[in-house]
């Protein structure tokens, strides 16, 4: 391709783009270039443009087309030397423009509320066990009966005094000496643990004194009900939980312990320094923004504690602020009262001491200060970071050789571009529902590039696993041609990125007793990029670059990563957790990819992060091609109720209840509509999905048809081999019907999937050990999610290259099959992957067949869409078998359908087999249409407790109980909108996201002989150490194979480990070791003698107990 270079720089950029352009074009003017180069070539010219790029950098490239057409590609450095055209401007009028702020109506509200906030958040921190803790020579106990914050809230009650809010801002507009005793008569009456039965704080404060005090008492931690405390609140009464239940222990769950000694908690109230209100610094500032409020009328006309935007956009700018000044090694003399004493924090030099660091009035005015800024700049943040670039690719009409597949993406495009505006007026909810296979993950990325003004798209893709990241983020450079400062993808492991690189080519922590919590680091797990992002250098650089981490997640125009990086906005408690989320979701808007595939018990917090995302300004696109309808209706709402509260204080007024919805799938028929309430948008749904499952339905010749297999028990044979049995039955003949020619032989890779390890494992060993059919090998491979890190990686991408199957030509070539089938003589080779749920979600593989221990008819319709994903080769038979009971309906367990599935003691089927609970022809295709609409009525047994008579049925309604409850069920996703709850974590810790027992980490270590052995992290060391264990079985089970079978893609560990070190260069074995064979295990009982087992070709897995029928 032929480029022209055209430079628009000055000062010292000037030489240093003639330097980098002059080595790779010819130089036509004096700041002219032009030569003939590859694209790859291009992209190294704009990047080493980049790495010199400063203030005074502006340089334009024009791609020459044809004598007549040149077609304008990009800048680097200042844009506005150019136009959308590339072209130079030769003259400039101003005008005067009122700049549209992102939310301009309440920064003045925030930032006046979160000053405010930040002079009195830390006061509580004059006590003497707090002040006694900072000394250096302290080694006593580092936490009070009531933290500092507590008796910081009390202390601001006692100013309050019960006046109005006028009362005490104008007391505080003329604060004196007196202030402090004053202040000190009140606070003898509400000191809790001495006085009886002190006033409730939100019981009697006025609105904004309301707000603040909650500012106060939440900068660490939202409050939360002790976790092992008998009497919690309820549900019934949550209306009363902030009047009635809220009390110390919510903030201070230490103060319930029995043994603290009264002089104890008499230090707990005593101030040997006096507080901050004895400062004369800390008077005149408080008096300065009590006048400021006194003059806002705006402030004194609503009640600010419920308006979530302004409430946790200044809890936000508090928190923010406060990280920042205390993770900051300079004081500020200028805010210190030489006559007051007390300290806020301490710090260690560079010999490791400690010493007192900030001065307690100093910090809480230099945190009011930063809060009142921040607040002030985070309008302005979004415009400032890095947006996606003009993007041909975001475009560019689907060619017309894949229009029949992927044409509808252009016509989402264009209504995405058709709604744009209505966009930012009423925000955005969108479900993509589009088949499997049919290009989703880059149509989502046109539609959010087409909702959004050229040059402002952000975007952030929120996926359930982790692999799906790296996967998700690699299409997205790939079909969309996205450099490596435009994509960030966040994984929670190194490790893992090396492995996806290599294969592509309260306790005591170190702050508390710093007496510095805010000085933790505000993600709590290492956050690993796959690139690099370019240095922020904006309005709130200052704020952000003290913890490195939070631009990771901020800064780039796109970013993929798990859900869990970004459900700490609304799920986050403590330790600033929310910050860096909040930030992305102020900043960006939201894709959630497979938000269906979230259990039962997650379905809450996924709810509250779809407020959380309305409240905080976000457009939401739902991109699932099996969401229920109650699932849809009620992120809707979740969604709406968010939006608003943020409309409420940055729209128009009256503007507050239309969403734009749309709804987009592969029948290139997208449609939209402004909805103001859920039975709008419930009937919108419907009628879009009726419309497709008459397209669903219509589709000639099915790809994925199913057949029940029936199993009962067979009293000869344990139920693990008797299912062995069944499903080898099944596997020969699908086989037979599916096979293809590879190298004059019968070929077919299938799936047999089943709900869980142990049980997993037990069938597989009973399937090794039966022989082969004559003249056929069958190649067995165990994947599932306990083996160690670099045995699944391998195991990974040996699938990823055997199942990758666009084109046939292609697929004989690379995928290895055909190497190993001329390797025998036999003429049928049958590979076969025994597989839990890891291999149905999101892998982007294509099967031939499968065999189903079915759990759900979510995961059925998940693992179909893994059968002929690429090929779409119609086939006359049945390519799914599902057996008829499960493992434990096969044993006589009930509930079966459970863990995964969506059956409880309390929601039961009548029968634990499928033969009873499906239709005849319900499996005679597998798609969409049992998950995508709602069952007319629920059959159900005439007992006193009804069991369902319906496989589907059931999960619709344990669903849509889980999200909008009923009379008997308060415990559910919507009491989070319908009751006004955010100012707390009670919910979740009631509904918690991803709840899971404790795990422990193990790796493996060679001897000094060369034996293996595993060795476990010892829990709570300040630095990881890791000692040997028995927890795992050193001699793994003897493995029978019959003859025939073949162990598909065998696992030699020192092999593997050998060329590792190789290309990793890294010398230190000891730290490739623990990093690379990392595996995390739930905790075994301590008083039991349960053990883990290992063997190389099955995982870590435990033998079962009870392999019996009941």
């Not at 150019?82 to 930032?111: A, C, D, M, R």
């Not at 806002?296 to 809890?315: G, K, L, V």
């Not at 149509?443 to 402002?456: C, H, K």
């Amino acid at each position: 391709m032929m480029v022209t270079f055209i430079s628009q720089c000055e000062k010292n950029a000037l030489k240093k783009t003639r330097r980098v352009l002059d080595a790779f074009a010819d130089r036509i003017g004096d700041n002219t270039w032009q030569t003939v180069i590859t694209e790859e070539g291009l992209k190294t010219v704009k990047k080493m443009l980049k790495q010199t790029a400063s203030k005074s950098t502006s340089v334009s490239c024009h791609w020459i087309r044809s004598r007549s057409r040149t077609e304008f590609l990009w800048v680097v450095g200042n844009k506005l030397k150019f136009n959308e055209q590339g072209v130079v401007p030769v003259n400039i009028t101003s005008k005067s423009l009122n700049i549209e702020e992102h939310f301009s109506f309440n920064t003045i509200i925030i930032s006046l509320l979160s000053y405010l906030a930040g002079l009195f958040h830390d006061i509580g921190k004059a006590t003497v066990l707090f002040q006694g803790k900072l000394d250096p020579g302290f080694s006593g106990i580092f936490f009070e009966p009531y933290r500092h914050e507590w008796v910081s809230l009390r202390i601001f009650q006692a100013f309050v005094n019960g006046r109005d809010d006028k009362g005490w801002l104008e007391e505080l507009a003329n604060v004196d000496n007196s202030a402090e005793d004053k202040m000190m008569a009140k606070l003898a009456l509400l000191r809790d643990g001495i006085d009886t039965n002190p006033e409730k704080p939100f019981e009697t404060l006025p609105p904004v004194a309301k707000l603040v005090a909650w500012l106060i008492v939440s900068h660490h931690k939202l409050p939360q009900y002790p976790k092992n405390k008998d009497n919690p609140p309820t549900f019934e009464s949550m209306e009363k939980w902030i009047s009635d239940n809220f009390e110390a222990c919510w903030n201070s769950p230490q103060c319930l312990n029995d043994d603290w000694q009264e002089s104890v908690i008499k230090k707990n109230w005593s101030f040997p320094y006096g507080t901050p209100l004895k400062s004369a610094h800390w008077q005149t500032q408080a008096s300065i923004v009590a006048k400021k409020i006194l003059r806002c009328d705006r402030m004194f006309e609503q009640d600010w504690f419920n308006q979530h935007f302004t409430a946790h956009i200044a809890r936000l700018s508090l928190m923010l602020s406060d990280h920042y000044y205390s993770s900051k090694k300079e004081t500020s003399p200028e805010w210190q009262d030489r006559n007051y004493h007390a300290y806020a924090n301490t710090d260690k030099d560079e010999y490791g001491n400690k010493y007192k660091k900030q001065k307690l009035d100093e910090h809480n005015i230099v945190v009011g200060i930063n809060a009142c800024d921040i607040a002030m700049a985070l309008p302005k943040l979004r415009s400032e970071l890095p947006p996606l670039k003009y993007n041909r690719s975001f475009i560019t009409k689907v060619p017309r050789a894949y229009q029949e597949n992927f044409g509808w993406q252009d016509k989402a495009y264009d209504l995405a571009l058709a709604i744009k505006d209505d966009t930012k007026k009423y925000g955005f909810f969108g479900v993509c529902m589009a088949s499997t296979g049919k290009g989703k993950t880059r149509a989502n990325a046109r539609i959010m590039y087409g909702l959004s003004d050229e040059e402002t798209c952000r975007f952030s893709v929120a996926l359930g696993l982790r692999t799906l990241t790296l996967q998700t983020g690699d299409a997205l450079k790939r079909d969309l041609n996205l450099e490596h400062d435009e994509l960030s993808v966040l994984i929670g492991s190194q490790a893992v990125k090396d492995l996806h690189q290599q294969s592509q080519f309260p306790e005591d922590t170190e702050q508390q007793k710093m007496g510095s919590e805010s000085a933790e680091s505000l993600l709590k797990d290492e956050i690993t990029l796959i690139e690099g992002l370019p240095d922020y250098n904006g309005i709130c650089a200052k704020w952000l670059k003290h913890d490195p981490k939070i631009l990771k997640l901020v800064q780039a125009p796109v970013l993929v990563s798990t859900i869990d990086y970004l459900m700490p906005a609304s799920e986050g408690i403590r330790g600033g957790r929310q910050i860096a989320p909040m930030l992305r979701l102020l900043t960006s808007d939201l894709v959630l990819d497979e938000p269906d595939d979230f259990g039962l018990e997650d379905l809450p917090a996924l709810c509250r992060l779809v407020n959380w995302a309305g409240m905080l300004g976000s457009r939401v696109l739902l991109s699932t091609a099996t969401i229920s309808p109650s699932l849809a209706s009620t992120l809707f709402l979740a969604y709406q109720t968010g939006r608003k509260h943020y409309t409420q204080v940055n729209g128009e007024h009256g503007q507050t209840a239309q969403i734009c919805c749309a709804w987009f799938d592969e029948f290139k028929r997208p449609q939209s509509e402004l909805i103001a309430d859920a039975a709008s948008f419930k009937d919108m749904h419907n009628g879009f999905v009726n419309k497709r499952i008459i397209n669903l339905k219509n589709k000639t010749n099915p790809l994925r048809k199913a057949k029940l297999i029936s199993i009962a028990p067979n009293l000869d044979h344990t139920p693990a081999k008797w299912m062995a049995m069944i499903i080898r039955q099944s596997i020969e003949i699908l086989h037979q019907q599916h096979a293809l020619i590879v190298a004059e032989k019968k070929v077919t890779i299938g799936l047999v999937r089943m709900a869980n390890i142990d049980p997993l494992v037990q069938v597989s060993k009973y399937l090794l050990a039966q022989d082969a059919p004559e003249d056929t090998v069958i190649h067995y491979c165990v994947y599932h999610s306990q083996f160690p890190l670099l045995h699944r990686s391998k195991i990974e991408k040996q699938l990823d290259g055997a199942l990758l199957r666009h084109d046939e030509k292609d697929w004989l070539e690379k995928s290895g099959v055909k190497d190993i089938v001329e390797k025998y003589p036999e003429k049928n080779h049958v590979f076969v992957v025994l597989a839990t749920a890891v291999a149905e979600v999101g892998r982007d593989h294509d099967y031939d067949w499968a065999v189903v221990e079915p759990s759900s008819m979510r995961s059925i319709i998940q693992l179909a869409g893994r059968i002929q994903r690429h090929r779409q080769q119609v086939s006359q038979y049945e390519n799914i078998h599902i057996l008829s009971k499960n493992f434990k309906g096969l044993k006589g367990k009930s509930p079966c359908f459970e863990k995964p599935g969506f059956e409880s003691d309390r929601l039961s089927y009548a029968s634990r087999d499928l033969e009873e609970l499906v239709n005849v022809n319900e499996f005679d295709e597998i798609n969409a249409i049992a998950r995508i609409q709602t069952p007319t009525s629920c059959s159900l047994t005439e007992e006193k407790t009804p069991r369902f008579k319906s496989f589907n049925e059931l999960e619709h309604f344990a669903q849509t109980l889980r999200l909008v409850g009923s009379v008997n069920e308060l415990n559910h996703a919507s009491q989070w909108w319908n009751n006004e709850a955010t100012w707390c974590g009670e919910l979740q810790r009631l509904q918690p996201f991803r709840q899971s027992c404790v795990d422990d980490d193990f790796n493996l270590k060679f001897t000094r002989t060369g034996k293996v052995i595993w060795q476990k992290k010892v829990p709570k060391t300040s630095s990881p150490q890791f000692e040997n264990t028995t927890d795992i079985a050193m001699q793994p089970e003897q493995l029978v194979i019959g003859l025939g079978n073949r162990v598909w893609g065998e696992f030699i560990l020192k092999d593997e480990f050998s060329h590792l070190v190789k290309v990793l260069s890294d010398n230190n074995e000891d730290r490739v070791m623990k990093k690379f064979t990392h595996l995390s295990l739930r905790r075994l009982d301590e008083n039991s003698a349960e053990q883990w087992q290992y063997h190389p070709m099955l995982g870590v897995y435990k033998v079962l107990k009870k392999d019996e029928y009941k």
